[in-house]
């Protein structure tokens, strides 16, 4: 039953495109396929186990996307608020320079206006460099940049969620790691996932793509996809307390522990967040506004699928999907009762490249189409 999946893992790993990985899949609330494969660091020979932590880059936003459901369920806040009712600083502007009323709604599907692509010499961080500046002080420099779009006339993928981070610690009235245990990964038992590494032992050291084969990280390591799309990585941030803790791309965790969420989602929030919360969040928030990927939405946890053909995947419409450029993917399709994480030490090949499609792929091929 477990033949394709194990044959990509394998052959990913041969071929030097990944260095280790960790799947794991769900069927109806039951673990159909779990494994742990290659190196979890391969300069000293250790074999990839499967308690594995990693930096999780952008598997943060469903963590924290889910805090800010939470705290809406709660009455703690609306998704129709305005940003700067809760962070006064943060008022970007529109072309004719009036004010920009971006709700938290539009942070949470990316229809903000906002962007991944400022200017180097801003000195913002995207969550993924280090730094020692705090969420005022990087946000107010974003909101000096001007806005893509009107909010709510554009989808973008962007620094949105490390606003509505931000948010969330001024709403708690902490930091937000606090306020997500508080609401999601204390509840779930979500025992290693967060902003602090619970066992140094444990975290994985990341690689890069690289020919012959990935390079180890360096504190500060630049990637240029195949579109020539830039990220520079500090895989180093993590220890660094001064780093504000970025709701887009700054928490660390295990598989498994994505897998409790994933699989509190499929069923309706479990009493974390509501069904009819849920069923909105796994919705197409967007509308038709323009994306590039063909057959995909977007709603408040990840891309949704509307029209599997045009997206070439064989998940169901309705599947919720996503990644993490360290070198993470996961789906969530309610349709087959199916959930699917795969992690990573090796960025990007393991997010972006062929890896996870394949994967993703030999999942369906296993165990939904024998």
């Known amino acids: 039953m477990q033949q394709s999946v194990d044959r990509v893992i394998d052959d990913a790993i041969s071929n030097k495109s990944i260095v280790g990985a960790e799947i794991i899949a769900s069927k109806g609330g039951e673990i159909v396929y779990r494994r742990a494969a290659g190196y979890f660091d391969r300069e000293a020979g250790i074999a990839m186990p499967e308690n594995a ?12 996307a889910t805090t800010a459901l939470a705290m809406a369920d709660k009455g703690l806040l609306d998704l129709d608020d305005r940003v700067d009712r809760y962070l006064p600083y943060f008022q970007p502007r529109l072309g004719d320079g009036s004010i920009a009323n971006i709700a938290l709604k539009h942070l949470l599907n990316h229809t903000a206006g906002l962007s991944y692509g400022y200017p180097g010499d801003t000195i913002i961080t995207t969550g993924m460099q280090d730094t ?3 969420h005022e002080s990087n946000l107010t420099r ?3 940049q001007p806005l893509l779009f009107a909010p709510g006339a554009g989808w973008n993928y962007s620094v949105a969620i490390d606003v509505l981070g931000a948010v969330l610690a001024a709403v708690h009235g902490g930091t937000l790691g606090e306020a997500a245990f508080t609401q999601v990964t204390g ?9 602090e590494v619970s066992d140094p032992s444990r975290l994985a050291p990341a690689y890069a793509d690289g020919t012959p084969e990935p390079v180890r990280m360096a504190d500060h390591q630049t990637i240029i ?9 500090s895989p180093v941030r993590v220890w660094n307390p001064k780093a504000f803790q970025s709701g887009g ?4 965790g295990t598989g498994v522990d994505i897998l409790k969420l994933l699989e509190t989602l499929r069923t309706g929030g479990g009493g974390i967040v509501s069904a009819s919360t849920v069923a909105a969040a796994m919705r197409n928030q967007v509308g038709k ?3 590039e990927d063909a057959g995909l939405r977007f709603g408040y946890l990840g891309a949704v699928v509307d029209d599997p053909v045009a997206a070439n995947t ?3 419409p309705g599947t919720v999907n996503w990644g993490g450029v360290y070198g993470h993917s996961w789906l969530v399709d309610p349709a087959n009762e199916l959930v699917m994480v795969s992690m990573s030490n090796t960025a990007q090949e393991g997010c972006l490249g062929m890896f996870p499609r394949n994967v993703r792929n030999a999942i369906y091929a296993d165990f939904l189409r024998g």
């Open 225 to 233: 996809n195949d579109n020539g799309d830039t990220t520079i990585f």
């Open 249 to 252: 791309a700054g928490m660390v």
């Open 187 to 195: 509840p779930l038992g979500m025992s290693d996932t967060g902003f």
């Open 142 to 144: 974003i909101a000096q």
């Open 53 to 64: 932590i990693y930096r999780l880059a952008s598997v943060t936003k469903p963590i924290v």
């Open 289 to 291: 506004l323009p994306r």
């Open 132 to 134: 020692n500046l705090d």
């Open 314 to 316: 064989p998940e169901a």
